[in-house]
C-alpha cells in the first residue's frame, strides 16, 4: 500500500484523527462551505456538497455546525471567503508531493508549507512539477469485520469498482471518480460502513523509503496534514509493513 492509502492506516492505527477532533472539524466544515459555494446549498444536486457531509456526519458533527458551515457557503451567513489552491513539492528521497489547501490568505499559507517541507528534508516544486505523476481516483475504506471479500466484490463490481486490496483489517476499494457516487450508493444499500470514502489523487509509481527517510516521509506528512489550511496530502512513498514495525 502507498502514500496517502499508507498514511490513512497509519493514522487511524494511531488515533490521531480521534485525537485532534477539533482539527479535524475545522477541515470538514472548510470543505463544506466551499463546496456549498462552488457547487449551491443543495446536495441533492451537488456531489461534492454530498460527500463533504457525509464525512463530516462520519466525524459525528453536530447537524447544526454542518448547516451553518452550507449557509456560510452560499452566503445567508458572514464568513471567511476561502480560495482554493493545490501546491506541489518533494520530500525527503524525492518522493513527489501534492498539497490541497484551503485557505484565506495564499501568501502566509504558501510561505509556512515552503518552510515546513524545507525543515522536513524537501522542497516547494513548480506548478505541474509532480501532479502528472498522480491521477483521481475513488477511494473507500471498509473495516473486515463489516463483510468478506467476496460479498464485497459482489456488491460492488457492477457499480465500477476496479481494484480491492486488503489489509490486516481492512478492505481499500478504488473506482473511476465518475463511478464514486454509484459505489457509495451500492454499499449504503447493503448496509456496508465506511471507515473513509473520497475522491482521491493516487500515485503511478511510488518510491519505497527504509529507516531515516522513511521515518522522516511520516513526520512530514504529519507536520503538513496539523496545519490548519492543508485539507489533503497525497504522496508517491511507499512504506513496507516489516519498515512500520520499527516505528511503533
Not at 12 to 39: C, Q
Request: proline content about 3%.
Amino acid at each position: 500500500m502507498s502514500g496517502h492509502s499508507k498514511w490513512a492506516t497509519i493514522k487511524r492505527k494511531k488515533g490521531a484523527a480521534d485525537a485532534k477532533r477539533g482539527k479535524v472539524f475545522s477541515k470538514l466544515i472548510k470543505e463544506v462551505t466551499i463546496a456549498a459555494r462552488l457547487g449551491g446549498g443543495d446536495p441533492g444536486g451537488n456531489p461534492r456538497l454530498r460527500t463533504a457531509i457525509d464525512a463530516a456526519k462520519a466525524q459525528n458533527m453536530p447537524l447544526d455546525n454542518i448547516t451553518r458551515a452550507i449557509k456560510r457557503g452560499t452566503g445567508e451567513l458572514d464568513g471567511v471567503s476561502y480560495e482554493e489552491t493545490t501546491y506541489e513539492g518533494y520530500g525527503p528521497a524525492g518522493v513527489a508531493l501534492l498539497i490541497m489547501v484551503l485557505t484565506d490568505n495564499k501568501n502566509r499559507t504558501v510561505a509556512e508549507i515552503r518552510h515546513m517541507l524545507a525543515k522536513g528534508g524537501g522542497n516547494m516544486g513548480e506548478s505541474g512539477s509532480v501532479a502528472w505523476m498522480f491521477h483521481k481516483k475513488g477511494s473507500f475504506t471498509i473495516d473486515k469485520a463489516a463483510t468478506d471479500e467476496e460479498r464485497l466484490m459482489e456488491i460492488t463490481l457492477e457499480a465500477g469498482v476496479e481494484d480491492i486490496q486488503t489489509t490486516d483489517d481492512t478492505f481499500e476499494i478504488t473506482c473511476p471518480p465518475q463511478d464514486f457516487e454509484a459505489v457509495q450508493d451500492a454499499l449504503k444499500s447493503a448496509n456496508i460502513p465506511t471507515l473513509a470514502a473520497s475522491n482521491e489523487m493516487v500515485p503511478q509509481n511510488t518510491i519505497e523509503l527504509h529507516d531515516d527517510a522513511a521515518q522522516k516521509m511520516l513526520k512530514l506528512m504529519e507536520n503538513l496534514e496539523d496545519h490548519d489550511d492543508v485539507q489533503n496530502v497525497y504522496a508517491n512513498f511507499d512504506i513496507s509493513d516489516e519498515e512500520m514495525e520499527k516505528f511503533s
